[in-house]
């Protein structure tokens, strides 16, 4: 398989690609000006080599491969294939309410991760796939970023409708017995003795 590497200056100034020009060039890459990076079309044999190289000198390195790079649609077809209810979405992170014009499309496995993933691009999966979608509210957007671990598995497994009103149901069942119990505890002063027993 073929990947199109493009390695550039890392965050620090001691980090600068233009200090490896000599040794980037003699390996084959060539310059950009436009992006002021490195790119070449490494193999399934280079493309391990090449990114220790980046690694060990603090440079950034990405896979500039199809698959990886965010479309211009994902928005739309995300909202053509989940039409809101009644105006509302459920974010699918923190599973509040949200009205639809607040809702944002969100990368599961963000599209800064996944662009520096030899796995995610050996997948051949389309990082803008409606599975890799999911309606966030903002603030989870904000938050989560290119965050991987749990964020990623909450993405999995809440972006289906089933499982993000089932998390409700049980927000909702809990919230009334909650109330239930204070009712009861406001109405008779105290919890009844018979549910103390166990433990007089
Ligand atoms: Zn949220």
Known sequence: MKHLLKIS??????????????QLWLRGFSYERSTEAWVRPVGELGVRRYIRYAKARGLRYELLDKNLQRNTVYKARWVREN?????????????RIVLAKNITVDHIVSVGRAKTSLRYSR??????????????????????EAKGGLWVLRGKIFRHKGMRLLRLAFRLLFLCAVTALAVYLWQYGGVPEEWLSPFL
């Open 9 to 22: 200056s890392g965050r620090y100034a001691d980090e600068d690609a233009s200090q490896y020009r000599w």
């Open 83 to 95: 039409p809101p209810f009644l105006g509302m979405y459920l974010c699918t992170y923190c599973g």
């Open 123 to 144: 997948s051949g999966r389309d990082v803008n796939d409606i599975r890799n979608l999911c309606g966030a509210c903002r603030d989870c957007n904000t938050v989560k």
